[in-house]
Nanobody, 113 residues
Framework: QVHVKESGGGLVQAGGSLSLSCAAS????????MEWYRQAPGKQREWVAT???????AVSDSVKGRFTISRDAAKNTAYLQMNSLKAEDTAVYYC???????WGQGTQVTVSS
């Protein structure tokens, strides 16, 4: 069974930074692309960023220049570095392993203005 777990969320002031982590169990991580999504209250879940198994990345226009996705295969972990946070970044952030469509439980990020 595959387990995916996010961590690193919290409360931060606008303009601040947070780093989220996504840890995945087993060898599935090394052959899998990973994504971050977020869901704000009353809104649909939206895609934030993707990193492929060979390290190619893409981020949504809403976070471009502020968020960076990366991964450490040795630790079976992906990261989302979030800088210059805005109040509209407030959401629950989810990690997803694309192959198999495995999701974590999410971690709350709250940005105070």
């Amino acid at each position: 069974q595959v387990h995916v777990k996010e961590s690193g969320g919290g409360l931060v002031q606008a303009g601040g930074s947070l780093s989220l982590s996504c840890a995945a169990s087993g060898s599935i991580f090394s052959t899998n692309s990973m994504e971050w999504y977020r869901q704000a209250p009353g809104k649909q879940r939206e895609w934030v960023a993707t990193i492929t198994r060979i390290g190619l990345t893409a981020v949504s226009d809403s976070v471009k220049g502020r968020f960076t996705i990366s991964r450490d295969a040795a630790k079976n972990t992906a990261y989302l570095q979030m800088n210059s946070l805005k109040a509209e970044d407030t959401a629950v952030y989810y990690c997803r392993l694309i192959t198999g469509d495995y999701w974590g439980q999410g971690t709350q990020v709250t940005v105070s203005s």
